[in-house]
């Protein structure tokens, strides 16, 4: 464990020896929350040392969004898109170069909450974001950097999801949408208070046909909140959450057969059904002394089953089916144990079901108390948490044929070998506590301090055997250091340091061996042990606005250097195999710069990011599938390669014109460039080219309750892919070992609201 800086430790002794003496000063101004617990107190926007963003609810729900990724991605230039799965419903978000993705295998890094509940899932860290209500969120924060207020994983930054109650969205609203390819979302809420007591109630269903082929998607999610407010100081609320899905995600596709037909799949089935189940109760209470006590604690239930179609080689051994393990043949046993005979043709592919169930439990608790120190304005935050987790995981492969459509069909014979077999149950659990101190030295300049201390413990018990035993115990001290300060009225310079660090998943950890690679998400084959990631992120920016909303600008440069950074590294023979190593240490370092504003009738932005990611130890990795690659299948990274799928420009531009008062027409244009193929880390060979996407919309109110709105995306049908990677596929025809996911093609979508 690391000791933080010795100015650290000074700075927190001196600033809370009279934090108990101060007194209390209200504050009423805009306030980002730094926290665990959620909740509305926080740090006023004008001294946070840190790149704050909010994106309101309309924005995240413009028409034909289907999670919240959508509107972050429309709205943030440091926010790209990652589409592995290559559905609308399952993309994933690229914050500094980190990720809250569905996927296992990319490069999570950004923390997730809702009203105070975590939602990154324990087995994989991974963000199921289909699932979240996002009809139901009233706003969104976005705050970058490693601030280790949030704790562990937020590497790249966090995302804050509050959502709304029966006091901030009282009435009656209805949509419905539909679209091309089967799209079509229906959408009820309702909302109001009865004295003190605020109801809300949210409901939402939505169905895709998809664009490709074999790619149905259904999602069902509901929101209810009951909130008792009786002054307005004083809340304590319940929220449900309820969500089901059922997804195709058939994910990337080889070159050649993307050339023929950009609607294929590779093979199908990809599908993944998920329900989930969450309680969250959360509460604040007004205390004496400018002291202010919230708490959030909540229950999470998912299970999640996924089945897969794959290429699989088998061949005959004698009067027994084989298969290739390493440079021997192994017999296929059935499920009795015994050599599988008697098979009229040879087997070609392979039928892999998963089952994960998820138990999770959390709480956090956090004291804020503003008031003075020595005549000086003074926010002091204490706070603790626990996040606990359960997983139940097995996975079972079948036999299986392939038709005219690379589609598999199951000969419901199942595979007994342990490779083609995975039970496991983990245990998670991680404590946390924090401080963090915002001290005003002047009325202008204000400096925060902040520390935090994780611990982790990880249990793993193979239900099959023990390869995949372990139990992992991770400890970690995390400061923070800014300075902000404002030279004139609405605007805000600033410096900072911090640290965070990503405790590995127990998925890395079951898939952690280069001798062994597993795919995701059906296999699990060995248990080495992997290091924490330790990163620190320095910052430098300014923010201000210009008579009030006129003219809003802001501009961030950063530096996040990881150490032991954890990857996927694709190295087996199926699409998607691979394993998770430490590579040492790695960087992303860029630049963000932001304009917004309004002029007559237009409301206009412009947000652009440079996000360099790089390896900064040179090594040597498994790249079979790679043109480059030696005779040992492997290629060499040397320091200052990028890191693949991440671009390095991405650049939003969208305006909306008040034509009358009953008319808007709005258009937008999403730039990203180049980024490279998974599998091709060492940057041998061409990347996936950059794109740009323009949309158009418009928004008609027939009266005040009832409007209209129709949307183009993709207008000039752009043929794009935002992700990639190195693989094989000469067994049925396809000689480039090129995969991409492609990207969406035009899409039209009317829908009507109504408000009461």
Same mark, same amino acid.
């Given at each position: 464990?690391?000791?933080?800086? %010795?100015?650290?430790?000074?700075?927190?002794?001196?600033?809370?020896?009279?934090?108990?003496?101060?007194?209390?000063?209200?504050?009423?101004? #805009?306030?980002?929350?730094?926290?665990?617990?959620?909740?509305?107190?926080?740090?006023?926007?004008?001294?946070?040392? &840190?790149?704050?963003?909010?994106?309101?609810?309309? *924005?995240?729900?413009?028409?034909? @969004?289907?999670?919240?990724?959508?509107?972050?991605?429309?709205?943030?230039?440091?926010? /790209?898109?990652?589409?592995? +799965?290559?559905?609308?419903?399952?993309?994933? +978000?690229?914050?500094?170069?980190?990720?809250?993705?569905?996927?296992?295998?990319?490069?999570?890094?950004?923390?997730?909450?809702?009203?105070?509940?975590?939602?990154?899932?324990?087995?994989?860290?991974?963000?199921?974001?289909?699932?979240?209500?996002?009809?139901?969120?009233?706003? /969104?924060?976005?705050?970058?950097?490693?601030?280790?207020?949030?704790?562990?994983?937020?590497?790249?930054?966090?995302?804050?999801?509050?959502?709304?109650?029966?006091?901030?969205?009282?009435?009656?609203?209805?949509? %419905?949408?539909?679209?091309?390819?089967?799209?079509?979302?229906?959408?009820?809420?309702?909302?109001?208070?009865?004295?003190?007591?605020?109801?809300?109630?949210?409901?939402?269903?939505?169905?895709?046909?998809?664009?490709?082929?074999?790619?149905?998607?259904?999602?069902?999610? /509901?929101?209810?909140?009951?909130?008792?407010?009786? *002054?307005? #100081?004083?809340?304590?609320?319940?929220?449900?959450?309820?969500?089901?899905?059922?997804?195709?995600?058939?994910?990337?596709?080889?070159? *050649?057969?993307?050339?023929?037909?950009?609607?294929?799949?590779?093979?199908?089935?990809?599908? !993944?059904?998920?329900?989930?189940?969450?309680?969250?109760?959360? $509460?604040?209470?007004? +205390?004496?002394?400018?002291?202010?006590?919230?708490?959030?604690?909540?229950?999470?239930?998912?299970?999640?089953? !996924?089945?897969? $179609?794959?290429?699989?080689?088998? #061949?005959?051994?004698?009067?027994?089916?084989?298969?290739?393990?390493?440079?021997?043949?192994?017999?296929?046993?059935?499920?009795?144990?015994?050599?599988?005979?008697?098979?009229?043709?040879?087997?070609?592919? =392979?039928?892999?079901?998963?089952?994960?169930?998820?138990?999770?439990?959390?709480?956090?608790?956090?004291?804020?108390?503003?008031?003075?120190?020595?005549?000086?304005?003074?926010?002091?935050?204490?706070?603790?948490?626990?996040?606990?987790?359960?997983?139940?995981?097995?996975?079972?492969?079948?036999?299986?044929?392939?038709? *005219?459509?690379?589609? %598999?069909?199951?000969?419901?014979?199942?595979?007994?070998?342990?490779?083609?077999?995975?039970?496991?149950?983990?245990?998670?659990?991680?404590?946390?506590?924090?401080?963090?101190?915002?001290?005003?030295?002047?009325?202008?300049?204000?400096?925060?301090?902040?520390?935090?201390?994780?611990?982790?413990?990880?249990?793993?018990?193979?239900?099959?055997?023990?390869?995949?035993?372990?139990?992992?115990?991770?400890?970690?001290?995390?400061?923070?250091?800014?300075?902000?300060?404002?030279?004139?009225?609405?605007?805000?310079?600033?410096?900072?340091?911090?640290?965070?660090?990503?405790?590995?998943?127990?998925?890395?950890?079951?898939?952690?061996?280069?001798?062994?690679?597993?795919?995701?998400?059906?296999?699990?084959?060995?248990?080495?042990?992997?290091?924490?990631?330790?990163?620190?992120?320095?910052?430098?920016?300014?923010?201000?606005?210009?008579?009030?909303?006129?003219?809003?600008?802001?501009?961030?440069?950063?530096?996040?250097?990881?150490?032991?950074?954890?990857?996927?590294? @694709? &190295? $087996?023979?199926?699409?998607?195999?691979?394993?998770?190593?430490? %590579?040492?240490?790695?960087?992303?370092?860029?630049?963000? /710069?932001?304009?917004?504003?309004?002029?007559?009738?237009?409301?206009?932005?412009?947000?652009?990011?440079? =996000?360099?990611?790089?390896?900064?130890?040179?090594?040597?990795?498994?790249?079979?599938?790679?043109?480059?690659?030696?005779?040992?299948?492997?290629?060499?990274?040397?320091?200052?390669?990028?890191?693949?799928?991440?671009?390095?420009?991405?650049?939003?531009?969208?305006?909306?014109?008040?034509?009358?008062?009953? +008319?808007?027409?709005?258009?937008?244009?999403?730039?990203?460039?180049?980024?490279?193929?998974?599998?091709?880390?060492?940057?041998?060979?061409?990347?996936? &080219?950059?794109?740009?996407?323009?949309?158009?919309?418009?928004?008609?109110?027939?009266?005040?309750?009832?409007?209209?709105?129709?949307?183009?995306?993709?207008?000039?049908?752009?043929?794009?892919?935002?992700?990639?990677?190195?693989?094989?596929?000469? #067994?049925?025809?396809?000689?480039?070992?090129?995969?991409?996911?492609? $990207?969406?093609?035009?899409?039209?979508?009317?829908?009507?609201?109504?408000?009461?």
């Amino acid at each position: 464990m690391r000791r933080p800086p %010795v100015a650290l430790w000074l700075l927190a002794s001196t600033l809370l020896t009279p934090a108990a003496l101060a007194e209390p000063v209200s504050l009423e101004t #805009e306030v980002i929350v730094i926290g665990t617990a959620g909740g509305r107190d926080g740090v006023p926007l004008d001294r946070l040392p &840190a790149a704050g963003r909010r994106v309101g609810g309309d *924005d995240l729900n413009r028409s034909g @969004s289907v999670t919240a990724v959508d509107g972050l991605l429309r709205r943030l230039g440091s926010v /790209a898109a990652i589409d592995s +799965l290559g559905n609308p419903w399952q993309q994933g +978000l690229a914050l500094r170069g980190f990720t809250a993705a569905p996927a296992l295998g990319e490069p999570q890094g950004v923390v997730v909450y809702q009203d105070g509940m975590r939602v990154n899932e324990a087995f994989g860290d991974v963000v199921q974001w289909d699932l979240l209500p996002v009809f139901a969120v009233r706003e /969104a924060q976005v705050v970058a950097g490693s601030n280790p207020g949030f704790g562990p994983n937020g590497l790249g930054g966090a995302v804050l999801f509050s959502m709304k109650d029966g006091f901030t969205a009282p009435g009656l609203a209805a949509s %419905v949408e539909a679209g091309s390819h089967g799209f079509v979302t229906v959408t009820g809420e309702a909302g109001g208070r009865d004295g003190d007591t605020g109801y809300y109630l949210g409901l939402s269903h939505g169905r895709d046909d998809g664009w490709r082929d074999f790619s149905p998607s259904r999602v069902s999610r /509901a929101y209810g909140d009951v909130l008792y407010r009786p *002054d307005g #100081e004083t809340e304590l609320g319940l929220s449900v959450t309820a969500a089901t899905s059922e997804l195709a995600g058939n994910g990337p596709v080889p070159l *050649d057969l993307l050339e023929e037909d950009r609607s294929a799949v590779f093979t199908h089935p990809d599908a !993944t059904d998920s329900d989930l189940l969450a309680l969250s109760l959360r $509460g604040r209470a007004a +205390l004496a002394d400018g002291w202010a006590l919230q708490g959030a604690a909540y229950f999470r239930h998912l299970k999640r089953r !996924t089945r897969n $179609g794959d290429q699989g080689e088998f #061949e005959s051994c004698g009067t027994a089916l084989c298969f290739e393990e390493g440079e021997e043949l192994e017999p296929v046993v059935g499920a009795d144990g015994r050599p599988v005979t008697g098979l009229d043709d040879e087997p070609d592919a =392979v039928f892999n079901r998963t089952r994960t169930v998820t138990d999770g439990q959390g709480a956090s608790l956090q004291a804020v108390q503003t008031g003075r120190v020595g005549g000086m304005d003074n926010i002091l935050t204490l706070g603790a948490s626990l996040d606990h987790a359960r997983t139940r995981y097995g996975s079972g492969t079948e036999l299986g044929e392939l038709d *005219d459509t690379r589609g %598999v069909e199951s000969l419901g014979i199942a595979i007994g070998n342990d490779e083609f077999n995975v039970g496991l149950k983990t245990r998670s659990l991680i404590l946390g506590a924090q401080l963090s101190e915002t001290l005003s030295l002047t009325q202008d300049l204000h400096l925060t301090g902040a520390l935090r201390l994780t611990h982790a413990d990880l249990r793993l018990r193979d239900q099959l055997g023990d390869d995949l035993d372990g139990d992992h115990s991770y400890t970690a001290l995390n400061p923070g250091l800014g300075l902000a300060w404002n030279p004139a009225a609405g605007t805000t310079l600033y410096a900072a340091v911090n640290e965070s660090n990503r405790i590995p998943t127990p998925a890395e950890l079951s898939c952690a061996d280069p001798e062994r690679p597993c795919r995701f998400p059906n296999a699990f084959l060995a248990d080495p042990p992997l290091d924490d990631v330790r990163s620190r992120t320095w910052e430098a920016g300014a923010r201000g606005r210009i008579n009030g909303d006129a003219l809003n600008w802001s501009v961030a440069a950063f530096r996040t250097d990881n150490r032991d950074d954890i990857i996927f590294i @694709s &190295a $087996g023979p199926i699409i998607g195999t691979g394993y998770f190593d430490n %590579v040492g240490r790695t960087r992303r370092q860029g630049l963000e /710069a932001g304009l917004s504003g309004r002029v007559g009738p237009v409301d206009w932005f412009v947000d652009y990011a440079l =996000v360099r990611a790089t390896f900064r130890t040179a090594l040597t990795i498994q790249a079979p599938d790679n043109p480059e690659a030696d005779a040992e299948g492997e290629i060499a990274v040397k320091r200052g390669d990028r890191i693949p799928g991440l671009p390095l420009h991405s650049l939003k531009i969208g305006a909306d014109l008040t034509v009358t008062d009953a +008319l808007t027409l709005g258009s937008e244009m999403q730039w990203s460039s180049s980024r490279y193929l998974r599998g091709d880390e060492a940057n041998l060979t061409n990347p996936i &080219a950059g794109y740009a996407l323009f949309n158009l919309s418009a928004r008609y109110r027939v009266t005040d309750a009832i409007g209209v709105t129709a949307r183009v995306e993709n207008v000039f049908d752009k043929d794009y892919a935002s992700f990639g990677l190195y693989g094989e596929a000469d #067994e049925l025809g396809f000689d480039d070992p090129r995969f991409l996911s492609p $990207g969406a093609p035009r899409r039209f979508t009317l829908g009507m609201t109504a408000r009461f």
